[in-house]
């Protein structure tokens, strides 16, 4: 008898390999043979092989019927194909298993920022001031009714009165010759002047008053004048010419 050291199996004893497996076979003593096996058809675990020829295909030696492997060359006799275990699935396209399918990765879609638009500052807009005079030059004060032009310094302001050496007080413009003294006109009795470019009366703190078109203006308080006005000082009367 054979003993076939890798699946157990006792084959035999002419036998060189192994019927079950094909391993080579060790030989082993054993009582005479027992009888030949009574089926045609060997039972293998999970399968069922069906009985193969009685001459070897490979070596032409003649070999028992329902034996797996020749036990001269260790060839297959196995004439059909080998059943598939019982229980074991079916695998479809040629036996070959399916390979997974998966999902294919969806984008991942990057976040959306908000562009923030700061909002349009629109400067103010600035209106340029009126063009004004830059100085008293062209304007005069015409005196009532005698109708002599005194005309103002081509500065920016002019001091209206009558002189006194004695005081050492010497006006822009002086009224002692068109009897300031006795009209009531002080030594520094009044002040005309520009500011922004526009023509200011301003009192001098004088005793008879100044008045511009009849209305008295009142001490150190500015008011315009325009062409045409009229201005008093104590009781000498003069136009505004410009």
Do not use: W
Not at 23 to 48: C, D, F, N, Q, Y
Not at 67 to 93: K, M, Q, R
Not at 107 to 117: C, N
Not at 139 to 168: C, F, H, K, M, Y
């Amino acid at each position: 008898m054979s003993f076939c050291p890798q699946c157990g199996v006792d084959n035999p004893a002419a036998a060189r390999f192994c019927d079950q497996c094909g391993a080579h076979l060790i030989e082993v003593p054993i009582a005479p043979a027992a009888a030949p096996k009574p089926s045609l058809a060997l039972a293998v675990t999970g399968m069922t092989i069906s009985a193969g020829p009685s001459v070897c295909p490979q070596c032409g030696t003649a070999v028992i019927p329902g034996e797996a492997f020749c036990d001269t060359c260790g060839a297959s006799l196995l004439s059909g194909p080998v059943a598939a275990p019982v229980g074991a699935p079916s695998l479809p396209y040629g036996g070959v298993s399916p390979q997974p399918s998966y999902p294919s990765p969806q984008p991942v879609a990057s976040p959306v920022v908000p562009i923030v638009t700061p909002p349009i500052v629109t400067p103010p807009i600035v209106t340029p001031p009126a063009p004004g005079r830059p100085n008293l030059a062209g304007i005069s004060l015409v005196i009532q009714p005698a109708g002599a032009a005194l005309a103002l310094p081509t500065s920016g302001e002019a001091i209206i009165g009558r002189s006194d050496p004695v005081s050492n007080v010497f006006p822009d413009i002086d009224l002692t010759s068109h009897g300031a003294l006795e009209r009531g006109v002080g030594r520094r009795h009044a002040r005309v002047f520009l500011q922004g470019g526009q023509i200011l009366i301003e009192d001098l703190d004088s005793t008879n008053g100044t008045f511009l078109n009849a209305t008295r203006v009142p001490p150190r308080q500015p008011k315009p004048v325009r062409a045409g006005d009229e201005l008093r000082l104590g009781t000498l009367t003069f136009k505004v010419q410009m």
